[in-house]
């Protein structure tokens, strides 16, 4: 007899127990829930063991998902396995072991992974000197609400401001070398995005870039957009 598990039917006639409990787990794959909880953060220990491959992991996936706009800005696209080394390499430098302070750090990190529909983003504004520091800082005020997509057909997707953290990186007179970012995409978004041509933009008066997505990106970017 059938059994249906989150909408999904599992028929099991005439098949061995190997093949149903493989059907099983890729029903349960797709229910996974995209935000961290604590069972998804390994311990100290645990953590050790899988550094190395998870590090080298992460380094690929964010050579695909990080966009340079012109020398001193770039943003980093966030997703759970670049959220869950964040809070991994974390929990290891500041030696948090208490399931307290660790769910602190998911709670503050979990809204920047991305929801369907949804991409998060981290902008770096990647100064060197107090000089640099000084003359841009002031300069970008505003740039947090500067970032867009721009489709193939005009259309722009513009970033919106984190909520948890906008109130502590959003002054009037300096910004902040960090900003947290959202973008929302309807389905129509999304379709115009998948038919290539589109660019990543700051449209700040004061610093007027864009580059185009490469292939990697946009892969990327749409397996976080659809559901």
């Not at 059938?2 to 093949?19: L, Q, V, Y």
């Not at 722009?156 to 401001?161: C, D, G, R, S």
């Amino acid at each position: 007899a059938p059994h249906s598990i989150g909408g999904t039917c599992i028929r099991n006639s005439r098949r061995t127990t190997p093949e149903v409990i493989q059907e099983l787990e890729n029903v349960m794959n797709t229910l996974t829930p995209r935000k961290l909880s604590l069972s998804d953060i390994a311990d100290v220990r645990a953590y050790e063991r899988e550094r190395s491959e998870f590090k080298d992991r992460v380094i690929a996936l964010k050579e695909r998902r990080r966009l340079s706009l012109g020398t001193i800005v770039s943003v980093m696209f966030e997703n759970r396995d670049t959220i869950r080394y964040q809070i991994q390499e974390m929990s290891r430098v500041e030696r948090l072991s208490t399931d307290e302070e660790i769910q602190g750090e998911i709670d503050i990190y979990n809204p920047m992974i991305p929801e369907p529909g949804q991409l998060c983003a981290t902008l770096f504004i990647e100064l060197t000197s107090e000089e640099q520091m000084q003359e841009w800082l002031p300069k970008l005020v505003g740039i947090e609400s500067s970032i867009v997509f721009r489709l193939a057909d005009g259309r722009e997707v513009a970033a919106i401001t984190e909520a948890q953290h906008e109130s502590q990186l959003t002054r009037d007179y300096v910004t902040a070398a960090v900003h947290y970012l959202q973008f929302a995409f309807s389905p129509d978004d999304i379709e115009g995005l998948a038919k290539g041509g589109a660019v990543l933009a700051c449209t700040h008066p004061d610093y007027l870039e864009e580059i185009a997505l490469s292939p990697a990106n946009l892969a990327e970017f749409l397996n976080d957009l659809r559901a």
